[in-house]
């Protein structure tokens, strides 16, 4: 059985510091690629950046790109989130989602994530 966990979220002050962790197990690491996703309140769910873990290519939405880091580590089968410079805009349940593929660049359709791990809240006060 395949699974994902979001983790590391909780409540910051403006201009703070989060890491979320994405866990997996099941998958075979290399071959999957891992996204993060973002849903406010009555907001659609949008996309935060990806990692493709064989090479570890990223990429970052033009909205955060400035802030965050995409990471992994093989050895624990996880992929980090480092978000900087939170700003109140970025209150969101954050999601980590996953899909197989043999591209060396991940992509942030969500159409193309087939798993998807339970959310952790992220609140950033003002």
């Known amino acids: 059985e395949v699974q994902l966990q979001a983790s590391g979220g909780g409540l910051v002050q403006a201009g703070g510091s989060l890491r979320l962790s994405c866990t997996t197990s099941?998958?075979?690491?290399?071959?999957?690629?891992i996204g993060w996703f973002r849903q406010a309140p009555g907001k659609e769910r949008e996309a935060v950046g990806c990692i493709g873990n064989s090479d570890g290519l990223t990429y970052s939405a033009d909205s955060v790109k400035d802030r965050i880091t995409i990471s992994n580590d093989k050895a624990k089968n996880a992929v980090y989130l480092q978000m900087n410079n939170l700003e109140p805009e970025d209150t969101a349940t954050y999601y980590c989602?996953?899909?197989?593929?043999?591209?060396?660049?991940?992509?942030?359709?969500?159409?193309?994530?087939?798993?998807w791990g339970q959310g952790t809240q992220v609140t950033v006060s003002s």
């Open positions: 099941g998958f075979t690491f290399d071959d999957i690629h």
């Open positions: 989602a996953a899909y197989y593929s043999t591209s060396r660049y991940c992509k942030t359709v969500q159409w193309a994530f087939k798993y």
